[in-house]
């Protein structure tokens, strides 16, 4: 499928990726950045040489510094901003939305202040004065193997099936394969707490354990996602797919994975703010696990894993000492009957 113009709202690794992917398809793609310099090297370069070099433009791919400018007329607009900026990124964006614009959602992560999911902060955001329809990308998927047109398959959710499909259709190529979903919520729970995971998946791999460990690690976090995500209102069914246990297996495994990454140095014994001075990106599941936590307490849902990772994350506790106490808890049976 190809739309008259497509925004990529966001310009780092994953934003241009998918603007890539989408210009190398033919649409008609402008892609936004909030630092005009940086879109000026980018104008210049015809590359972004930060965050995906060697892959160069192609001429169906534009930039802007300005939002009006990037959003005005796009059929699809592709939101790709850190979780943190993405509330005030969408309220000065709003006013510039066509009618029946269709906004994905392309982030994984949880407002802190609001526990609010993406799509939950534009639903926040509506004005009701237009017929904007918003969804969500989520599933497997390192923005470099991407960029490098390495086969992948992800899935896309709206609550209209029609939007679905119309994404669906827009994201295809013959190496990007896209499923879709009605459960919105289920993927974006999924994606944020992933990340998550992720970071206690690499201190487990710094402190030296095994495969064994690892694999325990993913298999309960996965049971966590999923008690969170259907307190929330997803399918069970959601996290067994691409966006649930296919894109946990990713990062925890992945030496991609910026959150794996930090796992690792927090396992070999840095400090949290060490690891966050040594990264050029950002690593959503720092700020998602200060998000979740809070959640968690709020809906009620046990979650031992995530608990350990606040209280290394923002209490300094020491990672061996979560260790010996998430397996000196209460031995339980494994199967739950919210997931049998």
């Known amino acids: 499928m190809t739309m008259n113009k497509v925004a990529v709202v966001g310009a780092g690794s994953w934003g241009t990726a998918l603007a890539l992917l989408l210009a190398r398809k033919g649409c008609q793609v402008i892609l936004w950045d909030f630092n005009a310099e940086h879109v000026a090297q980018l104008a210049k370069d015809r590359e972004n040489k930060r965050h995906q070099p060697g892959h160069l433009f192609p001429d169906t791919l534009q930039m802007s510094a300005a939002l009006a400018e990037c959003v005005s007329g796009a059929e699809c607009v592709v939101m790709v901003v850190p979780s943190h900026g993405y509330r005030a990124v969408y309220r000065d964006l709003y006013p510039h939305l066509e009618e029946n614009a269709l906004v994905v959602s392309a982030v994984k992560g949880i407002e802190i202040e609001s526990g609010q999911t993406m799509t939950q902060i534009m639903a926040k955001e509506d004005k009701n004065d237009r017929d904007i329809l918003f969804g969500v990308l989520s599933g497997p998927s390192f923005a470099a193997e991407t960029a490098?047109?390495?086969?992948?398959?992800?899935?896309?959710?709206?609550?209209?099936?029609?939007?679905?499909?119309?994404?669906?259709?827009?994201?295809?190529?013959?190496?990007?394969?896209?499923?879709?979903?009605?459960?919105?919520?289920?993927?974006?729970?999924?994606g944020a707490m992933k990340n998550v995971i992720a970071i206690a998946a690499g201190i487990s791999d710094g402190l030296g354990y095994g495969l064994n460990t690892r694999a325990a690690l993913i298999t309960r976090g996965l049971a966590e996602i999923t008690r969170l995500g259907v307190a929330m209102g997803g399918k069970p069914q959601t996290f067994a797919g691409l966006g649930g246990l296919g894109d946990l297996v990713l990062t925890c495994t992945g030496n991609l994975s910026r959150n794996r990454t930090v796992?690792?140095?927090?396992?070999?014994?840095?400090?949290?703010?060490?690891?966050?001075?040594?990264?050029?990106?950002?690593?959503?599941g720092v700020k998602t696990t200060k998000s979740c936590y809070h959640l968690a307490q709020a809906k009620q849902v046990e979650m031992p894993i995530l608990e350990q990772m606040y209280q290394i994350l923002y209490h300094g506790k020491r990672c061996q000492d979560a260790v010996i106490e998430l397996f000196q808890r209460e031995l339980k049976q494994e199967v739950e009957p919210l997931i049998c």
């Not at 047109?149 to 709206?158: L, N, R, Y």
């Not at 013959?174 to 919105?184: I, K």
């Open 148 to 190: 490098e047109q390495q086969p992948t398959a992800v899935t896309v959710a709206f609550a209209d099936t029609q939007a679905a499909a119309a994404v669906q259709q827009l994201f295809s190529t013959e190496y990007f394969r896209v499923y879709t979903s009605s459960d919105v919520i289920g993927l974006e729970v999924s």
């Open 263 to 284: 796992g690792l140095k927090l396992g070999s014994g840095l400090s949290l703010e060490q690891v966050l001075s040594e990264m050029k990106m950002v690593a959503e």
